[in-house]
């Protein structure tokens, strides 16, 4: 192996961090004369990172975070807008099937006057009709009646010649057609 030669004005300044040889010995984060050093260097980069966050990244993210709310802000408008039209429109349409029940109702009542009334002409005429048959039927009736009542009054006077001529007597025409009409008569 070869020797190294150490140089003094390093290992002056390096301190009592360093070896014979220029080497570091233990963890040189730890060296105490080496935290100045340190020290720097980590408010370089804090500074560093801190400029780079606050000039880039944080307004990007501002940025993003902003439209990700207005967007959040407009859906939640639009949905609040879907809904009232929503809304308008149930309205609508129970205001419009309400109308249709009100047009249906007055449509039924309309066609139940209607049907009464040519159902009341009907019936009208219907009694006149019954009315006329049955006049014409009693004036028939009573005809008849009269044509029987004489029918029954020319029998009952032909009965009763027949029975006095069968008796052994002289049937006088008009003394037993004088007498049937006054038994018929009561």
Known sequence: MATETVDPVAADLAGSCVD?????????????DW??????????????????????????IAAILAERQGTITNDIAAAEDLKAKAVEAEEAYNKALADARAE???????????IQAELDDAI??????????????????????????????????????????????????DAVGAAVTSRLKG
Do not use: H
Request: with cysteine.
């Open 20 to 32: 014979a040889y220029g080497g570091a010995i233990g963890m040189p984060q730890l060296c105490g």
């Open 35 to 60: 935290f100045p050093n340190q020290i720097f260097w980590l408010i370089l980069t804090l500074i560093a990172i801190y400029l780079i966050l606050s000039r880039v990244a944080l307004p990007r």
């Open 104 to 114: 249906a109702q007055r449509i039924i009542a309309e066609t139940r006057a209607e």
């Open 124 to 173: 009208a005429k219907a009694d006149a009709e019954i009315a006329a048959k049955s006049a014409e039927s009693e004036k028939a009736i009573a005809e008849i009646r009269a044509g029987a009542l004489e029918a029954v009054e020319a029998v009952a006077k032909d009965t009763a010649g027949a029975l006095v001529a069968a008796l052994g007597g002289k049937a006088d025409q």
